[in-house]
C-alpha cells in the first residue's frame, strides 16, 4: 500500500475509534443528564430524515460516516503535505487536536445551531436553550479525543516510513 494509502486507511480506521469514543461520551452524559441515553441519536437521526424508529439509526450511521469521512480527509491532508506528515507522537496529537478543534468549529458548531437547535427546541422546548452550554463543552472534548485518535491511527499507519533502521530495531530486516 502508499503512504497515502496508509495515512487515509489510519485515518478511516483512526476516525472509527474517535466516533465510538464520542458515542460512549455522548450516551453517558445523557444519561448523567437524565435523558434518554440515546437522545443525541435521535436528534442526528432526525436531522439526516430519519423519522421515528429509524431516527436512532440513520442518527448512528450519520455519526459514524462523519467520524469515517473526517477522518479519511485528514489522513489524505497530511500525506499531501511534507510539513504536515506525522514523525512524532507529540506532532500527532498537536495536529490531531488542531483538527478537533477546526472539525468542531468548521463542521460541529453550524450543524448545532442551524440544525440541532431547532430539533431539540421542538423537541424540549426552551430546556434545550439551557441545555446549549453544556453541550458546546461536551462536544468540544469529544472533538478533541477525536483529532487525537485519528492523528494516532494516523501515526501508527505510517511510522515505518518515518522511521530509519537504527531508530526501529522491528523495521530492521
Request: proline content about 3%.
Amino acid at each position: 500500500m502508499t503512504a497515502s494509502g496508509r495515512s487515509i486507511t489510519g485515518g478511516i480506521i483512526g476516525g472509527i475509534i474517535g466516533a465510538t469514543i464520542m458515542t460512549i461520551i455522548l450516551i453517558g452524559s445523557k444519561m448523567m443528564m437524565g435523558m434518554p441515553a440515546l437522545a443525541d441519536f435521535v436528534v442526528m437521526g432526525t436531522f439526516v430524515g430519519g423519522t421515528e424508529s429509524a431516527a436512532v439509526s440513520a442518527g448512528f450511521i450519520a455519526h459514524y460516516l462523519m467520524g469515517i469521512i473526517l477522518g479519511a480527509a485528514l489522513g489524505a491532508i497530511v500525506a499531501s503535505s511534507e510539513k504536515l506528515q506525522l514523525t512524532s507522537w507529540g506532532k500527532a496529537a498537536g495536529i490531531g487536536l488542531l483538527y478537533g478543534v477546526i472539525v468542531w468549529l468548521v463542521v460541529f458548531i453550524p450543524t448545532v445551531m442551524y440544525g440541532f437547535a431547532p430539533i431539540m427546541m421542538n423537541m424540549m422546548g426552551q430546556d434545550a436553550a439551557g441545555m446549549l452550554p453544556m453541550v458546546l463543552g461536551i462536544a468540544f472534548i469529544e472533538h478533541l479525543l477525536y483529532g487525537i485518535s485519528v492523528g494516532a491511527l494516523i501515526f501508527v499507519a505510517t511510522r515505518t516510513e518515518h522511521s530509519s533502521p537504527s531508530e526501529c530495531s522491528a523495521c530492521a530486516t
